[in-house]
């Protein structure tokens, strides 16, 4: 791109909306740093979420309540760098926004300035419609989350499907519901029965982005690690690996491991010259000490 070139244009919350009235799939995945920032770039995704989910993805945590907002604002920042054209969402970790409004909006002002973040997210309904409206009115874009809520997974019985009644079912979309009213610009919708979406999109004006929630939403979001294949092991029901990555990195360092113990690498091709008369001057000077 030459120096004069226009910007890429940057993905706003309007085109989503027009992607939902149009019935175009809105396409979301999360990023955690830089390089796999510039990875869904060139891919062409069009939104973006560092989740929260770095705890586990990246930090190596058991789940997702340890984080720190300083880590996630790392993160988030490097992401941001990677980032031309996607719509770039922050989660907010777990005690960062639930005990007030005042402490969310604090909270996620920071992300929006550090970050340059485009929204953030926040988990659940009941007091999170209250904090999303603060937000709100604080002129901070926000997405909110139900279904299977990550950072309070113990009180609903571990990471497993919600809403599977048709109670349940009634709540989730209330929540659903109450977090529209309350602003909340996007809904991402969790490890629910695909029926429960059905039921909810034609109530809800506002795009949705499913996640093990059935192709009734507008859009779909995987975790990174997740459909590159770099985690070994089981994963949710609703991952579907698009890639192998973990195999072939772990060939490829097996691979240079092996040249390196049979002194096949570095060859001279690796390597930088000196030129000879250097080499001679050189073991002149050693030889004069």
Do not use: W
């Amino acid at each position: 791109m030459s120096a004069h070139a226009a910007p890429h244009k940057r993905i706003t919350l309007g085109d989503l909306a027009a992607k939902k009235a149009a019935g175009e799939p809105i396409v979301m995945v999360t990023a955690y740093d830089y390089p796999s920032a510039q990875i869904v770039e060139a891919a062409g995704v069009d939104v973006v979420l560092v989740g929260d989910s770095a705890a586990m993805t990246v930090l190596g945590y058991e789940s997702t309540v340890p984080v720190t907002v300083d880590e996630m604002i790392m993160l988030t920042a490097a992401v941001r760098r990677g980032l031309q054209k996607p719509l770039l969402i922050a989660d907010l970790p777990f005690g960062s926004y639930e005990a007030s409004d005042a402490i969310a909006v604090a909270t996620a002002q920071r992300f929006v300035k550090e970050t340059g973040c485009d929204l953030v997210k926040i988990e659940r309904g009941g007091t999170s419609v209250d904090r999303a409206r603060a937000l709100v009115n604080a002129g901070i874009p926000v997405v909110g989350h139900i279904g299977l809520t990550p950072q309070t997974a113990t009180s609903l019985g571990g990471y497993r499907a919600q809403g599977r009644t048709a109670e349940a079912a009634l709540a989730l979309i209330d929540d659903a519901l109450a977090l529209q009213a309350a602003g909340c610009s996007l809904l991402v919708v969790e490890a629910v029965p695909s029926e429960v979406t059905a039921a909810l999109m034609p109530l809800i004006d506002i795009p949705v982005i499913g996640i093990g929630a059935g192709a009734d939403a507008d859009g779909q979001v995987l975790v990174f690690h997740d459909l590159l294949g770099i985690y070994g092991g089981p994963t949710a029901r609703f991952v579907k690996r698009y890639a192998d990555l973990r195999t072939a990195a772990i060939a490829g360092v097996e691979a240079y491991a092996d040249e390196v113990r049979g002194e096949e690498y570095p060859a001279p091709e690796h390597g930088y010259g000196m030129p000879a008369e250097e080499t001679v001057r050189l073991r002149e000077l050693i030889a004069g000490r």
